[in-house]
């Protein structure tokens, strides 16, 4: 399957552009001599806008800046380099880490966007062809690429590299890589040097960043193993020989190892898999594995290699995730943009067909055959008006009078509507903290909040259950959610709300907050609950933090600022 790729940066410096036109145009046509006032209030209200949407992707561009710092970190610490390039002859590159500098002896400006001096061109000539028919068959599968082949350094030096990388679609469709390269030559000058003789042999394992051991086939009893195996995975040699893997619990999942020895019995060897590994302390590495029969004497071996590849792990989970956010704020952000729009027009209307109906009643006895159908229209339109509440607290473009509260105090008198709501089969357990700090929202918008997130439970629960509502003071860092771009350090007030329901999944958890989703039966939800909590608790500048397990109930921790006031 094809991935699309986004650029944020690029996205909020062509907006703001464009946003930048638009304020032009405006401020053109309000000084136009000809203009009527109307006109010019039209410009005024576009100038003003523009400004909005202006301060917004500034702040857009602000998190991507910071996000685009803690990867920079990441990828300095890579014992390689990380890239993007055009799928295109030579791999013209768009990005390069720093770990250039020290694989190839460029600087990564040597290589972006250049057209005279390519990527390619420090390939190996003998592999130049194999590497671009290789990459280009798999891609051409929708399968990631992994391959080795030689490099030229700018000192003229050879080296054998490792590439992992994958396809990617960006905007327009262009067709992209993205991927790691890394050094090998000592690996694979090691495993050369084995087949020479028994003295370079015992000089290379003993020097060897990469991880070594040798285990028996029969029995799984490790023979050596070499200082890195030490320094990587924290046992001493005498610890290990005469042990099993096994018994040491190096591997993270037994299936992985069971897999290697039968593959190692049908080819005599296996290269560059992906395993999950143990250390002495508990702690699991990413290691990226060899293996291959050898024989000492008439004895049948196992040589196993391994390199620890999980910072290059964690460097693509933190790109993920950092890409995830970005996608799912700026569509939250879209979508709310749209649902406020529709819901002021439709707001217009609905104003337009009470007023009609109600001179159409002022105009007709009450014992008129039309008078119930036109109350029947006015009621529906007190309904849609509900309705349209909620698509302007998700697009945080209701109207708020915000108040100083104590959060204690305002659950407290709503205890006797809240376990009417529940009903008798689900026990209510309150647990406010003593001392609650205030918060500053209006009244209105914290019963809305509460009143979803009740209703939400309730209908989670089957048969018998427990609704627990908890308060607390909480003074967070930053390194409380770190993956949490909404998040800003200080002084909140916490309310927990948790059940013991059905639970949601992880498919539709990435989904709740959109508005009209709901996993209700159809005509039992308008899939406006959740978002309009979610868009009432990011106007008054706070966060909401979700847990759920199916079969095992749901968990809302909502975070409000302290108000000092």
């Known amino acids: 399957m094809d991935d699309r790729s986004f650029n944020p940066k690029e996205f909020a410096h062509d907006l703001n552009n464009l946003l930048a036109v638009i304020k032009l145009y405006a401020q053109l046509g309000m000084r136009d001599p000809t203009a009527s006032e109307s006109l010019k209030e039209s410009f005024h209200y576009i100038l003003d806008q523009a400004d909005e949407a202006i301060q917004r992707t500034g702040k857009l561009n602000k998190d991507f800046i910071y996000s ?65 028919d290789t ?62 003789s028994e003295e370079k042999y015992s000089k290379v394992f003993k020097s060897s960043p990469f991880a070594i051991v040798i285990t028996q086939l029969s029995d799984g009893k490790i023979l050596d193993i070499n200082p890195a195996f ?27 190892r069971e897999a290697v020895v039968a593959d ?69 952000e879209v979508i709310g943009k749209l649902a406020g729009g529709v819901a002021h027009e439709f707001n217009n209307t609905l104003q337009v067909i009470n007023t009609l109906s109600e001179l159409s009643m002022l105009k007709l006895p009450l014992d008129h055959p039309v008078v119930p159908h036109l109350q029947q229209i006015r009621n529906s339109v007190k309904q849609s008006s509900s309705f349209v509440s909620q698509l302007l607290a998700f697009a945080r473009k209701q109207p708020v009078n915000p108040q100083s509260l104590n959060l204690n105090d305002f659950i407290q008198a709503l205890d006797q509507v809240i376990r009417r709501l529940i009903g008798e089969n689900i026990r209510l357990e309150w647990l406010p903290q003593e001392g609650l700090w205030n918060i500053l929202l209006d009244p209105m918008q914290l019963n809305q909040v509460l009143l979803n997130l009740i209703l939400n439970a309730r209908d989670a629960i089957t048969g018998e259950g427990k609704i627990k509502i908890m308060t607390a003071n909480e003074s967070l860092v930053e390194s409380v959610e770190p993956d949490n771009q909404e998040y800003v350090p200080g ?48 106007q008054n500048k706070g966060f909401i933090q979700v847990e759920s397990k199916p079969g095992q109930g749901t968990e809302f921790r909502i975070y409000f600022p302290r108000y000092r006031g």
């Open 68 to 132: 685009g710092e803690r990867m920079k970190i990441l990828l300095s610490n890579l014992p390689g380099l990380a890239y993007r390039c055009k799928n295109a002859p030579g791999w013209p590159m768009e990005f390069i880490s720093e770990g250039c500098l020290q694989l190839t002896g460029y600087q990564p400006e040597d290589f972006i966007n250049s057209e005279k001096f390519q990527f390619g061109d420090i390939i190996h000539p003998d592999d130049q062809q194999y590497v671009h």
């Open 135 to 196: 990459i280009q068959d798999l891609i051409g599968k929708g399968l990631p690429f992994t391959i080795e082949y030689r490099i030229f350094t700018k000192d003229g030096i050879e080296k054998r590299v490792w590439e992992k990388g994958r396809k990617v679609i960006s905007p327009g469709d262009a067709v992209y890589l993205e991927g790691f390269i890394m050094d090998i030559s000592e690996r694979i000058h090691f495993e050369e040097a084995l087949k020479l």
């Open 230 to 256: 030490e320094q990587i995975f924290g046992y001493s040699r005498r610890d290990c020989i005469g042990k099993t893997s096994i018994l040491l619990k190096l591997w993270e999942n037994l299936a992985d």
């Open 264 to 332: 190692l019995q049908n080819e005599q060897k296996v290269y560059n898999r992906e395993y999950a590994f143990r250390k002495k302390s508990g702690e699991i590495r990413q290691g990226l594995y060899s293996a291959e029969m050898v024989s000492i004497g008439e004895n049948p071996c196992m040589l196993s290699i391994v390199s620890d590849i999980t910072i290059l792990k964690q460097v693509e989970s933190e790109r993920k995730k950092i890409e995830e956010h970005l996608i799912r704020t700026q569509k939250m």
């Open 491 to 538: 002084e909140y007030v916490m309310f927990s709300f948790a059940d013991n329901g059905c639970g949601i999944d992880e498919q539709a958890m990435s989904m709740i907050f959109e508005p009209f989703f709901t996993t209700k039966p159809r005509g039992k939800g308008t899939g406006l609950g959740l978002a309009t909590v979610y868009g009432i608790v990011r």
